[in-house]
């Protein structure tokens, strides 16, 4: 079975300023993917960035950037320049390299940028 | 031109209906989910379908049925709905598994949220 937990109910943060939002996992499979989303006030799912497990590097996707610790089993969420529109609910998720790739998601973490 | 499209956006019925959602996908993939989204917002996977065949089938109630009539459309129908179905539905689709896990990216529909009163 597959696990992820999202410490942080809430975060805020001052518009402009980095924030990293925090996510552990747990999982027997040897390959895997951590996956974060971005759910807005209007409801919808929006994916952000993957990590794979065999990755070297961390991944970016512009001011997105995953902080991967495998060791530690840690994928954090990092949030440059944070800008007003980033207000959102973040969710991390795994899948694993099964046949069957559904995601499990951690509880979330409500972000709130401050103007 | 929206690449995961559900309807209806919002759904308010009565205890004891009837009703369904129904999702398309216009990304060309071969497998589509459905998740529910609880109060507290937790997210969980109910159903997959791959080529039209099912792949997953959590434990959930046999009140709710998907069909997929084609790869591109996955449909859920709920019997008698309860109060405790009241949630958010999400449909997603994905290329198929196989591949690299990053090729999988789930892209979600943008949500149905149904009401049981």
């Known amino acids: 079975a597959q696990k992820i937990t999202q410490t942080q109910p809430g975060m805020f943060v001052q518009e402009k300023e980095a924030v990293t939002l925090d996510c552990t996992y747990d999982?027997?499979?040897?390959?895997?993917?951590l996956f974060w989303y971005k759910q807005p006030s209007s409801g919808e799912m929006i994916f952000l960035i993957y990590q794979g497990s065999y990755d070297q590097q961390n991944a970016t996707e512009g001011r997105y950037s995953l902080n991967f610790q495998k060791a530690r089993k840690s994928a954090n969420l990092v949030i440059s320049a944070s800008q007003l529109g980033d207000s959102a609910m973040y969710f991390c998720?795994?899948?694993?390299?099964?046949?069957?790739?559904?995601?499990?998601f951690g509880s979330g973490t409500q972000l709130t940028v401050l103007p | 031109d929206t690449a995961v499209s559900q309807t209806p956006k919002y759904l308010v019925t009565q205890m004891g209906n009837d009703k369904s959602i129904k999702c398309e996908q216009n990304?060309?993939?071969?497998?589509m989910y459905w998740y529910k989204q609880d109060s507290k917002k937790f997210l969980k996977i109910m159903f997959s379908y791959n080529n039209k065949e099912l792949i997953i089938n959590e434990t959930v109630p046999n009140r709710f049925s998907p069909k997929s009539p084609d790869k591109a459309h996955l449909n859920l129908h709920i019997n008698s709905l309860e109060l405790g179905d009241s949630a958010v539905y999400f449909c997603a689709s994905s290329p198929w598994g196989g591949g690299r896990i990053r090729t999988d990216t789930q892209y979600f529909g943008p949500g149905t949220r149904l009401t049981v009163l």
């Open positions: 998720a795994i899948a694993s390299s099964g046949s069957a790739r559904q995601l499990t």
């Open positions: 990304l060309g993939h071969d497998t």
């Open positions: 999982t027997s499979d040897p390959s895997y993917g």
